[in-house]
């Protein structure tokens, strides 16, 4: 099974920051990799899919980065909707495999 | 615009099993896949499994393959999860999520449920 580690698990960040997140697979992965916001009480919502390609309605400050093994997610300025929790995803493999998970939270 | 609707929240007794249904509208249902992913509480996201309907293709976490049935009921365009021998480790928050593929089962979710509850106490 592909194993899924993000860093870091918490980051403390204030409103207009440069904000990255990483997340690293146990194999290649090509660029078959998703990440979704989740907040409290939500189901997740997809912003990246394929590594980096943005999905519809998700604002421009978010973008993705990264293939093979390590991969990131920017936000270019974070913005007061933004703290939640951030989750990776492989879906190289017949078996999905979601990253820990990184809180942003506010500084 | 697609929206996947749960239904309500389950307590269920140690042993027992549940079945969690995912009504789906707005979209090709039969086409797209069908996933279901749990929460336990303060935890992250697990897959559990899923269905592509055109197909009747199912496919399961292995973790969980033994006690989990994925159906979909094309009439009603409503997929179900039943998940048997509760455990109190099954207590979660569970999601269907659609596929961001047309006929593929093994990518991205683009769409989500609100998430049912399920509670496995004695």
């Known amino acids: 099974d592909i194993q899924m580690t993000q860093s870091p698990s918490t980051l403390s960040a204030s409103v207009g920051d440069r904000v990255t997140i990483t997340c690293r697979a146990s194999?290649?992965?090509?660029?078959?990799l998703a990440w979704y916001q989740q907040k409290p009480g939500k189901a997740p919502k997809l912003l990246i899919y394929?590594?980096?390609r943005l999905e519809n309605g998700v604002p421009f400050r978010f973008s993705g980065s990264g293939s093979g093994t390590e991969f990131t997610l920017t936000i270019s300025s974070l913005q007061p909707d933004d703290f939640a929790t951030y989750y990776c995803?492989?879906?190289?493999?017949?078996?999905?495999?979601f990253g820990p998970g990184t809180t942003v939270d506010l500084k | 615009q697609v929206q996947l609707v749960q239904s309500g929240a389950e307590v269920k007794r140690p042993g027992s099993s549940v079945k969690v249904s995912c009504k789906s509208s707005?979209?090709?249902?039969?086409?797209?896949?069908l996933n279901w992913v749990r929460q336990a509480p303060g935890q992250g996201l697990e897959w559990i499994g899923g269905?592509?309907?055109?197909?009747?293709?199912?496919k399961y976490a292995q973790k969980l393959q033994y006690r989990v049935t994925i159906n979909a009921d094309d009439s009603t365009n409503t997929a179900y999860m039943e998940l048997r021998s509760l455990r109190s480790e099954d207590t979660a928050v569970y999601y269907c999520?659609?596929?961001?593929?047309?006929?593929?089962?093994?990518?991205?979710?683009?769409?989500w449920g609100q998430g049912t509850p399920v509670t496995v106490s004695s």
């Open positions: 999520a659609r596929a961001g593929v047309r006929g593929e089962l093994t990518v991205f979710f683009d769409h």
């Open positions: 707005g979209g090709s249902f039969r086409s797209y896949g």
């Open positions: 269905i592509i309907p055109l197909f009747t293709t199912t």
């Open positions: 194999q290649t992965i090509s660029t078959w």
């Open positions: 394929k590594a980096s």
């Open positions: 995803q492989e879906y190289n493999s017949d078996f999905f495999t």
